[in-house]
């Protein structure tokens, strides 16, 4: 029995809308008292969806203003300035944008783009959705299938999230203000901070303090709080929706980079995201979606009941471990027997291997790291689990040094608090490993 | 990054770290080995590992603990990191009822996994938490009597007996070893080559210029 490819999501139920554009714009025409406005807006949307944007930036604040760091206008604005300008004119990033203006999008071009580094942070976004297979590569299917996701997940949410605690949860937390709103309009747009400003669920800069960084930890981290309600949505209908997996420690790891990257360039999808109103939310369910993407292919690994079955943990280890001998017998043979120590004879690879495969690397490096690795992983050819168990022998071989001069208990410390590497050299050892001759079934790529 | 092997002490005992999910064991081991608190720290997962070197009655102590995930999922990945501990502390959280109960359970973990002859210490976590105290230091003490374990408060947050807590699980592995050396000497005097079932603690002598023992040893 295996849990991969069972993860639960609902496909077929009405595509309703929800009151939620009607719900904004009442709250635009409250904040700006102005209706006016609202129209103009409306029709700038509807410009930009028919790809005749304004480009003179007159319309849109700049990043001083007050109206967020994630103000989808002048984030929008600065990607058209420099793609229609020319401003960068790196040939890898041009054969991106140029994979990316094309009207079927081939994914073996963009996975060889994506694997050689020449990911432009701005594009991240949009390609890792790609090669999850979240949007489709028919480009002219994107907004169709983007509204359907979004719409899906608001339904989701509603019909596993509203209950009493998330109610209560609700109407006590801090940020929500005493509007005039009703509190069935706060729970259908629950992602929303700052009322008073009413930014459509964006971060309003002057709350922010200098200090405070979007991975900070602290709980009176504004941008902790305004990512920790999205992340516990998320995390929590994952879990209603998959009971025998539930929430299992260390998801959030994986969600938060997924979520990170969405929410620092929510304009990849362009038009279409400008077409759901509340940005924030329309983030949430992108990374619902692909969070279940990704993890479906190693949703196994965080379900006790399989540790010990052929797709647990545990055969997973025993995997990496031949990956191993495969590459460096000598190596593999001073870990798996490093008599150094009375105490712990074998350095078992579930003592440090354990969590880089669980949480596919997100405790190890640093977080541009982090992002660097996951786009070999999501775009190597033979899927997700199989580029990460050849990532994570080539950390090994690339301490291999320490590791055969090192005894038990600096090997281990080695290596639950990995050094920095060069890690475009890490990536190019993981990419000509030896495969080892019995493959496994891996895999999610779509 | 120098390595060396280590052999500067005399004595290498292995310590585990158990207990619920959110008891703060993270944060009592930093506090210990590095005199760190966090009050942002993730979980655990799977297994941290630290070291501290200690002096226990002019003897070089290496206590090498493990500290292990709280949740459920990854408890039947933790027992593997049972084989050899010679001491445990297991810890709940004085202001969550539910982690006090729960401690028989990681002594049952302990039973079925570890050496019958592990020494367990008990520690109440957040002790500066007065206000929200959920579990009474009396309790505590009545429990830890009964099921014969050594028993703190500590605060991880304030320093407060956390120092103290594994000085006493060293201490108190310190001396039984020490005792069965002393037995398994005299046993050997007296009857020539050990028979069956006579628990021997080796000697490394094959590392000049030190002598480290360990008992538990599999």
Same mark, same amino acid.
């Given at each position: 029995?295996?849990?991969?490819?069972?993860?639960?999501?609902?496909?077929?139920?009405?595509?309703?809308?929800?009151?939620?554009?009607?719900?904004?714009?009442? @709250?635009?025409?409250?904040?700006?008292?102005?209706?006016?406005?609202?129209?103009?807006?409306?029709?700038? &949307?509807?410009?930009?969806?028919?790809?005749?944007?304004?480009?003179?930036?007159?319309?849109?604040? &700049?990043?001083?203003?007050?109206?967020? +760091?994630?103000?989808?206008?002048?984030?929008?604005?600065?990607?058209?300035?420099?793609?229609?300008?020319?401003?960068?004119? %790196?040939?890898?990033?041009?054969?991106?944008?140029?994979?990316?203006?094309?009207?079927?999008?081939? %994914?073996?071009?963009?996975?060889?783009?994506?694997? =050689?580094?020449?990911?432009?942070?701005?594009?991240?976004?949009?390609?890792?959705?790609?090669? /999850?297979?979240?949007?489709?590569?028919?480009?002219?299917?994107?907004?169709?299938?983007?509204?359907?996701?979004?719409?899906?997940?608001?339904?989701?949410?509603?019909?596993?999230?509203?209950?009493?605690?998330?109610?209560?949860?609700?109407?006590?937390?801090?940020?929500?203000?005493?509007?005039?709103?009703?509190?069935?309009?706060?729970?259908?747009?629950?992602?929303?901070? =700052?009322?008073?400003?009413?930014? #459509?669920?964006? /971060?309003?800069?002057?709350?922010?303090?200098?200090?405070?960084?979007?991975?900070?930890?602290?709980?009176?981290?504004?941008?902790?709080?305004?990512?920790?309600?999205? *992340?516990?949505?998320?995390?929590?209908?994952?879990?209603?929706?998959?009971?025998?997996?539930?929430?299992?420690?260390?998801?959030?790891?994986? $969600?938060?980079? %997924?979520?990170?990257?969405?929410?620092?360039?929510?304009?990849?999808?362009?038009?279409?995201?400008?077409?759901?109103?509340?940005?924030?939310?329309?983030?949430?369910?992108?990374?619902?979606?692909?969070?279940?993407?990704?993890?479906?292919?190693?949703?196994?690994?965080? =379900?006790?009941?399989?540790?010990?079955?052929?797709?647990?943990?545990?055969?997973?280890?025993?995997?990496?471990?031949?990956?191993?001998?495969?590459?460096?017998?000598?190596?593999?043979?001073? $870990?798996?027997?490093?008599?150094?120590?009375?105490?712990?004879?074998? *350095?078992?690879?579930?003592?440090?291997?354990?969590?880089?495969?669980?949480?596919?690397?997100?405790?190890?490096?640093?977080?541009?790291?982090?992002?660097?690795?996951?786009?070999?992983? /999501?775009?190597?050819?033979?899927?997700?689990?199989?580029?990460?168990?050849?990532?994570?022998?080539?950390?090994?071989? =690339?301490?291999?040094?320490? /590791?055969?001069? #090192?005894?038990?208990?600096?090997?281990?410390?080695?290596?639950?608090?990995?050094?920095?590497?060069?890690?475009?050299?890490?990536?190019?050892?993981?990419?000509?490993?030896?495969?080892? &001759?019995?493959?496994?079934?891996?895999?999610?790529?779509? | 990054?120098?390595?060396?092997?280590?052999?500067?002490?005399?004595?290498?005992?292995?310590?585990?770290?158990?207990?619920?999910?959110?008891?703060?064991?993270?944060?009592?081991?930093?506090?210990?080995?590095?005199?760190?608190?966090?009050?942002?720290?993730?979980?655990?997962?799977?297994?941290?590992?630290?070291?501290?070197?200690?002096?226990?009655?002019?003897?070089?102590?290496?206590?090498?603990?493990?500290?292990?995930?709280?949740?459920?999922?990854?408890?039947?990945?933790?027992?593997?990191?049972?084989?050899?501990?010679?001491?445990?502390?297991?810890?709940?959280?004085?202001? @969550?009822?539910?982690?006090?109960?729960?401690?028989?359970?990681?002594?049952?973990?302990?039973?079925?996994?570890?050496?019958?002859?592990?020494?367990?210490?008990?520690?109440?976590?957040?002790?500066?938490?007065?206000?929200?105290?959920?579990?009474?230091?009396?309790?505590?003490?009545?429990?830890?009597?009964?099921?014969?374990?050594?028993?703190?408060? !500590?605060?991880?947050?304030?320093?407060?007996?956390?120092?103290?807590? +594994?000085? !006493?699980?060293? !201490?108190?592995?310190?001396?039984?070893?020490?005792?069965?050396? $002393?037995?398994?000497?005299?046993?050997?005097?007296?009857?020539?080559?050990?028979?069956?079932? &006579?628990?021997?603690?080796?000697?490394?002598?094959?590392?000049?210029?030190?002598?480290?023992?360990?008992?538990?040893?599999?």
């Amino acid at each position: 029995m295996s849990l991969k490819g069972k993860l639960k999501i609902p496909n077929s139920f009405m595509p309703r809308l929800p009151d939620r554009s009607k719900t904004t714009m009442q @709250k635009k025409k409250d904040a700006d008292g102005d209706g006016g406005e609202i129209e103009d807006e409306e029709l700038l &949307t509807f410009h930009f969806f028919l790809g005749i944007g304004r480009s003179d930036g007159e319309r849109w604040p &700049t990043d001083g203003e007050e109206n967020g +760091f994630f103000s989808e206008g002048s984030s929008r604005l600065r990607t058209l300035f420099r793609i229609e300008g020319k401003e960068v004119s %790196l040939e890898k990033r041009s054969e991106l944008e140029f994979q990316l203006s094309q009207n079927v999008i081939n %994914l073996e071009v963009l996975q060889s783009i994506a694997c =050689c580094g020449d990911l432009d942070r701005d594009f991240r976004s949009i390609v890792w959705k790609l090669l /999850l297979g979240y949007l489709p590569t028919q480009k002219h299917l994107w907004e169709e299938e983007l509204v359907k996701n979004r719409l899906r997940f608001s339904e989701l949410k509603r019909e596993h999230l509203v209950n009493p605690v998330t109610y209560n949860f609700l109407l006590t937390i801090s940020f929500i203000s005493q509007s005039e709103h009703s509190a069935e309009d706060e729970l259908v747009n629950s992602t929303r901070h =700052c009322q008073d400003n009413d930014t #459509g669920g964006l /971060l309003c800069r002057r709350e922010i303090s200098n200090g405070d960084h979007p991975l900070c930890l602290a709980n009176g981290s504004f941008w902790n709080q305004y990512f920790k309600e999205a *992340m516990r949505n998320i995390l929590l209908l994952f879990a209603k929706m998959n009971p025998a997996i539930g929430y299992v420690q260390g998801m959030n790891e994986v $969600l938060a980079l %997924l979520y990170y990257v969405f929410r620092m360039n929510p304009e990849g999808e362009d038009a279409v995201a400008l077409l759901s109103i509340i940005m924030k939310s329309a983030v949430e369910a992108d990374s619902f979606e692909c969070f279940v993407r990704l993890l479906s292919g190693s949703v196994d690994h965080f =379900c006790q009941q399989l540790d010990n079955s052929s797709v647990g943990i545990h055969s997973t280890l025993l995997h990496f471990s031949q990956l191993l001998k495969a590459n460096d017998e000598e190596l593999w043979r001073h $870990l798996d027997n490093s008599k150094s120590d009375i105490v712990a004879r074998m *350095m078992n690879p579930q003592f440090y291997a354990f969590r880089w495969i669980t949480l596919l690397l997100t405790q190890e490096f640093e977080l541009s790291s982090i992002m660097r690795i996951w786009d070999c992983l /999501l775009s190597h050819p033979s899927g997700v689990q199989d580029m990460l168990l050849r990532v994570c022998c080539a950390m090994l071989l =690339c301490v291999r040094g320490d /590791l055969l001069s #090192g005894d038990f208990i600096s090997n281990l410390k080695l290596l639950q608090h990995y050094p920095k590497v060069d890690l475009e050299n890490l990536l190019d050892v993981a990419h000509h490993l030896i495969p080892i &001759t019995s493959p496994r079934p891996f895999g999610i790529m779509p | 990054m120098a390595h060396r092997v280590d052999h500067e002490y005399d004595y290498l005992f292995k310590i585990v770290l158990i207990g619920d999910s959110g008891v703060g064991k993270s944060n009592i081991l930093s506090r210990f080995t590095r005199n760190e608190f966090s009050l942002d720290s993730k979980s655990t997962i799977g297994v941290e590992f630290a070291t501290k070197t200690l002096q226990i009655e002019a003897k070089t102590v290496k206590a090498q603990i493990w500290d292990t995930a709280g949740q459920e999922r990854y408890r039947a990945i933790t027992s593997a990191y049972y084989r050899g501990a010679v001491g445990a502390l297991l810890v709940y959280d004085i202001t @969550k009822k539910q982690t006090f109960d729960n401690v028989q359970r990681w002594l049952r973990e302990l039973r079925d996994h570890a050496d019958s002859n592990i020494v367990i210490m008990m520690a109440g976590n957040k002790s500066d938490l007065t206000h929200l105290r959920a579990v009474s230091e009396n309790d505590g003490q009545e429990f830890a009597e009964k099921e014969g374990l050594s028993f703190l408060e !500590t605060s991880a947050l304030e320093s407060h007996n956390v120092e103290k807590a +594994f000085q !006493t699980v060293l !201490t108190e592995i310190y001396h039984i070893i020490n005792k069965k050396a $002393l037995a398994a000497q005299e046993a050997a005097r007296n009857s020539g080559p050990p028979g069956q079932g &006579t628990t021997i603690h080796v000697v490394d002598s094959s590392d000049a210029g030190s002598s480290k023992s360990s008992c538990c040893s599999s």
